[in-house]
């Protein structure tokens, strides 16, 4: 099929080379965000995707909004046959989806109807989910509504971050968007309603949501930190200064105050409401990422200092 790639971010990467490198398959445009500002220094880049179409000589599309009149009669000139999507990260109004004859078809990283919307890994690792995984479904006018062609399943291991869990999905999931394409090709696949009970919502965690609540279980602050990495970061206030905080890891038995720091020669721990945490990386504001350890001694906490 001649195919119109959406997306944006480096999750999206593993399905476009593989639709790219795809005997059945020809992906003749991508659809992506603009160039963004990015790095140190605030200057704009192509996204991840637009940079590996340039490379690969396909063309790239840079709507400002899916509605745009422009970019509509450019796709219907392209004329695509479906235009498959990951991580697009913008609205694609009624006008863009009915170019295609197969439509636009979602590569999405749950289990649906668990976890419609921005953030569903993050909120797979946040709520502690054992297993989840990623969907191919039609996409229409309600978010993460449309019917399922296929599903592929993964663990949540216990040490997973949002990142590395979300890499796994990428790339078992640039399969399962590659045999649902040509599923659909062959006229062997049929999309089925997702069932009306078990949705859930993931809305996008922004930077005060990763704020970290000491007055909470062990578990929870675990949880939130690991959902937060890499992004937005989890973060707490160390003598009125910003510090991220990297994973940490609960320690059974050891009690603290909630927010209580107590560093040693070999570990920094933190209360919370059960038992105590060890810190891993921090980074102070404006500063690098380092070892609790490390800085523990540059700060030296005393007393009963806390995180708030």
């Not at 953030?119 to 229409?140: C, K, N, S």
């Not at 040490?159 to 045999?179: C, K, N, P, Q």
């Not at 578990?219 to 973060?235: E, F, K, N, S």
Request: hydrophobic share 40%; with cysteine.
């Amino acid at each position: 099929m001649r195919l119109v790639f959406a997306g944006t971010p480096e999750t999206a990467l593993p399905s476009l080379r593989t639709l790219i490198d795809s005997p059945r398959h020809e992906v003749v445009a991508v659809v992506t965000r603009p160039d963004a500002q990015s790095g140190r220094g605030r200057k704009v880049h192509p996204s991840p995707v637009a940079e590996l179409a340039e490379e690969a000589g396909i063309e790239v599309l840079r709507p400002q909004k899916a509605g745009d009149p422009s970019f509509l009669d450019r796709l219907r000139e392209i004329g695509p046959d479906c235009c498959p999507v990951v991580a697009y990260g913008a609205l694609l109004p009624q006008s863009a989806l009915d170019v295609p004859r197969h439509g636009w078809i979602n590569l999405h990283f749950s289990i649906l109807p668990a976890w419609r919307g921005a953030a569903p890994v993050q909120h797979a690792v946040l709520h502690g989910d054992e297993i989840t995984g990623a969907t191919t479904f039609q996409i229409v006018k309600e978010l993460d509504a449309g019917p399922v062609y296929g599903v592929v399943t993964e663990e949540v291991r216990r040490d997973d971050t949002s990142g590395a869990l979300l890499e796994r999905l990428s790339v078992s999931g640039a399969g399962l968007l590659a045999a649902t394409l040509d599923g659909v090709e062959d006229g062997t696949l049929e999309a089925r309603p997702q069932p009306a009970d078990g949705v859930t919502i993931a809305p996008k965690l922004n930077v005060a949501d990763a704020r970290v609540a000491w007055d909470k279980p062990a578990m929870h602050v675990d949880r939130l930190i690991r959902a937060c990495t890499p992004g937005p970061g989890a973060w707490t206030e160390f003598r009125g200064t910003r510090i991220k905080l990297g994973p940490v890891r609960p320690v059974p038995g050891e009690r603290l105050a909630p927010g209580e720091v107590a560093a040693g020669k070999s570990r920094v721990l933190v209360g919370t409401a059960t038992d105590a945490v060890e810190l891993g990386e921090v980074q102070p504001q404006g500063k690098r990422v380092m070892g609790a350890v490390e800085w523990a001694r540059g700060v030296r906490p005393e007393g009963k200092e806390i995180f708030a």
